[in-house]
Nanobody, 121 residues
Framework: QVQLQESGPALVNASQTPSLTCTIS??????????WTWIRQPPGKGVEWMGI???????FVSPSLKGRTFISRDTSKKQVSLQLSSVTPEDTAVYYC?????????????WGRGAQVTVTS
């Protein structure tokens, strides 16, 4: 059983650079065994894929967020982090981390509960 929990600031001022952390419980399996992704859902809108980190540590970010989104990991703490710079109220959303299902980058088998981030102007 894999469990994920997002954490981070609930309220952020515009132009700041908040960081979110996804803490992963995966038993003895290291987080380097899987791909992990960040997804967000703004209020009243659909989910938006933000980026992914692969087993070798490579990261891929959505073109719409490239340049202000940074994904990293701490393997010893079993955490994957998301940093989003120059935020605006349009970045207000629930942010989720998820494990990518083997064989498809668009399919996820474990999700966290999500972390609400509200950006004020």
């Amino acid at each position: 059983q894999v469990q994920l929990q997002e954490s981070g600031p609930a309220l952020v001022n515009a132009s700041q650079t908040p960081s979110l952390t996804c803490t992963i419980s995966s038993g003895s399996t290291p987080i380097t065994a899987d791909l992990w992704t960040w997804i967000r859902q703004p209020p009243g809108k659909g989910v938006e894929w933000m980026g992914i980190i692969t087993p070798d540590g490579s990261t891929f970010v959505s073109p719409s967020l490239k340049g202000r989104t940074f994904i990293s990991r701490d393997t010893s703490k079993k955490q994957v982090s998301l940093q989003l710079s120059s935020v605006t109220p349009e970045d207000t959303a629930v942010y989720y981390c998820a494990r990518v299902r083997s064989g498809s980058w668009s399919s996820y088998d474990y999700w966290g509960r999500g972390a609400q981030v509200t950006v004020t102007s």
